[in-house]
T-cell receptor
Framework: AQSVTQLGSHVSVSEGALVLLRCNYS??????LFWYVQYPNQGLQLLLK??????LVKGINGFEAEFKKSETSFHLTKPSAHMSDAAEYFC????????????FGKGTKLSVKP | NAGVTQTPKFRILKIGQSMTLQCTQD?????MYWYRQDPGMGLKLIYY???????DKGEVPNGYNVSRSTTEDFPLRLELAAPSQTSVYFC???????????FGPGTRLLVL
C-alpha cells in the first residue's frame, strides 16, 4: 500500500529565509505526487504536481519540488519565505488502480516570523 | 474552488441525529471522493465513486453512506451522528490519475 510521510508537523522560518518541507512516499508503482496548501478555514489548493517528465516541478507562489526516485522523496522548497506563505501544507500520492484517490501525509504547518 | 460546491459550510448535530452533506460539481468529472480531515491526521478517504451508480468504501467508511445517481452530485449521509464524526469534510473530484484533484471548500461538522 502506498503511504506518505511528512517530516515535521510544524516548521518555523523567518521572512526571507529558505522554506524546506519534507515529504517521503512509498509506492510500488511510478507515483503521481502532489503538494496542496491549506490556508486557515479554507479548502485545499494545488501548489504543484509531478506525473511524468522533468523531475523538478515548479508551482504557484514561487514553490518548487523535486522528485527523487532513489530517495523516494518529493520535498517542497521556496527560496525566500513570505508572511503570506503561513499555512498548512500537505503532500499526497495518487492511489494506483481504479480508485485514483489521494493518500495524504499528516501535513506540515508553516509559520513565518517577521 | 474549481467548480466544486459543498453545503452546508458548518453544522452542529446532536448525538443520534442524521444529516446529508451535499457535494456538487460542474466539471463533468467521473471520479468523486469524500474525505475527512482531523487535526494532525491529514485527510482520510471515506467513500469514492468512479461514475454514476458506482460507489465504494474508502479507508474510514463506518457510520457513513453515499449515493451517486448523477455525475454532478455525490451526497454523504450520516445516519446516527456520533462525537467521533466531528471533523471537517472535503469533497474531491478528479479525472485520470495524472489529472489534478480539486476540492470543495469543506463542511465543518460538530457533533455534541
Amino acid at each position: 500500500a502506498q503511504s506518505v510521510t511528512q517530516l515535521g508537523s510544524h516548521v518555523s522560518v523567518s521572512e526571507g529565509a529558505l522554506v524546506l518541507l519534507r515529504c517521503n512516499y512509498s509506492s510500488s508503482v511510478p507515483p503521481y505526487l502532489f503538494w496542496y496548501v491549506q490556508y486557515p478555514n479554507q479548502g485545499l489548493q494545488l501548489l504543484l504536481k509531478y506525473t511524468t517528465g522533468a523531475t523538478l516541478v515548479k508551482g504557484i507562489n514561487g514553490f518548487e519540488a523535486e522528485f527523487k526516485k532513489s530517495e523516494t522523496s518529493f520535498h517542497l522548497t521556496k527560496p525566500s519565505a513570505h508572511m503570506s506563505d503561513a499555512a498548512e501544507y500537505f503532500c499526497a500520492v495518487r492511489e494506483g488502480g481504479s480508485q485514483g484517490n489521494l493518500i495524504f501525509g499528516k501535513g506540515t504547518k508553516l509559520s513565518v516570523k517577521p | 474552488n474549481a467548480g466544486v460546491t459543498q453545503t452546508p459550510k458548518f453544522r452542529i448535530l446532536k448525538i443520534g441525529q442524521s444529516m446529508t452533506l451535499q457535494c456538487t460539481q460542474d466539471m463533468n468529472h467521473n471520479y468523486m471522493y469524500w474525505y475527512r480531515q482531523d487535526p494532525g491526521m491529514g485527510l482520510k478517504l471515506i467513500y469514492y465513486s468512479v461514475g454514476a451508480g458506482i460507489t465504494d468504501k474508502g479507508e474510514v467508511p463506518n457510520g457513513y453512506n453515499v449515493s451517486r445517481s448523477t455525475t454532478e452530485d455525490f451526497p454523504l449521509r450520516l445516519e446516527l451522528a456520533a462525537p467521533s464524526q466531528t471533523s471537517v469534510y472535503f469533497c474531491g473530484i478528479g479525472g485520470t490519475p495524472q489529472e489534478t484533484q480539486y476540492f470543495g471548500p469543506g463542511t465543518r461538522l460538530l457533533v455534541l
